[in-house]
């Protein structure tokens, strides 16, 4: 198996400007989750989806980040407009809890940097 | 709700010191526990689980015992390496019990092994 795929690896971008990043989860898992991790606030969940539906969206800072999940095989996280303190890795994981007794396996992470 | 709580870093030994790393967790019913470990530049892995109490958990050295009674699952290795630099997270899943799919964090502990 490939393990959870991200993409882009590295991204910089200028504040203000549309920022996609893309997450292809293990093929079977039913759960899917987005990370944000940085030196200061440490690594937060934002939002996490089940079975292509948003559990818990209370992480996601605000209105600007927005994650979809249209197929079991493919995730979105965009940040509209995005910010300096936006730059973080940004990590994608998926499980399949019922299996696996919920462990995660993590993508390589998204380093976003925003200028 | 659960919770994880582990000893706070930065953690610095020498390399064959012996090493534990104390983690705590408040959860209902019968949480699986986690340490993962997150190397520099690099995502989280799993280091090593246990899903029910009195279970040992054990990779490349490192051991911890899910205690049930004690609410604890520390982490420990006899001789630590260079290598072993890294920063280690304790987890929690509950998916039959409060937390659902989902895995509670500590917020790491990060340790460097001098020569």
């Known amino acids: 198996d490939a393990g959870v795929i991200q993409s882009p690896r590295h991204e910089v971008t200028e504040m203000g400007q549309e920022v996609t990043l893309r997450c292809k989860p293990i093929?079977?898992?039913?759960?899917l989750f987005w990370y944000r991790q940085t030196m200061m606030r440490g690594l937060e969940l934002l939002i996490y989806?089940?079975?292509?539906?948003?559990?818990?969206d209370s992480g996601m800072p605000e209105d600007r980040f927005s994650a979809k999940m249209p197929n079991a095989s493919f995730s979105t996280l965009k940040i509209q407009p995005s910010e300096p303190r936006d730059s973080a890795v940004y990590f994608c994981?998926?499980?399949?809890?019922?299996?696996?007794?919920?462990?995660?396996?993590f993508g390589p992470g998204t380093r976003l940097t925003v200028l | 709700g659960d919770s994880v709580t582990q000893m706070e870093g930065p953690v610095t030994l020498s390399e064959e010191a012996f090493l534990t790393i104390n983690c705590t967790y408040t959860?209902?019913?019968?949480?699986?526990l986690f340490w993962y470990v997150q190397y520099p530049g690099e995502g989280l892995q799993l280091l090593l689980k246990?899903?029910?109490?009195?279970d040992k958990g054990s990779n490349k050295g490192f051991e911890a015992t899910y205690r049930k009674e004690t609410t604890s699952f520390h982490l420990e290795k006899g001789s630590v390496q260079v290598s072993d630099s890294a920063v280690y997270f304790c987890?929690?899943?509950?998916?039959?019990?409060?937390?659902?799919?989902?895995?509670?964090f500590g917020k790491g502990t990060k340790l460097s092994v001098k020569p």
């Open positions: 093929s079977g898992h039913d759960y």
């Open positions: 989806f089940n079975n292509n539906v948003p559990i818990d």
């Open positions: 959860a209902t019913g019968y949480p699986s």
């Open positions: 994981a998926s499980s399949r809890p019922g299996l696996n007794s919920g462990e995660q396996f």
């Open positions: 987890a929690l899943s509950n998916y039959y019990g409060g937390s659902q799919g989902n895995l509670i």
């Open positions: 246990a899903t029910k109490a009195d």
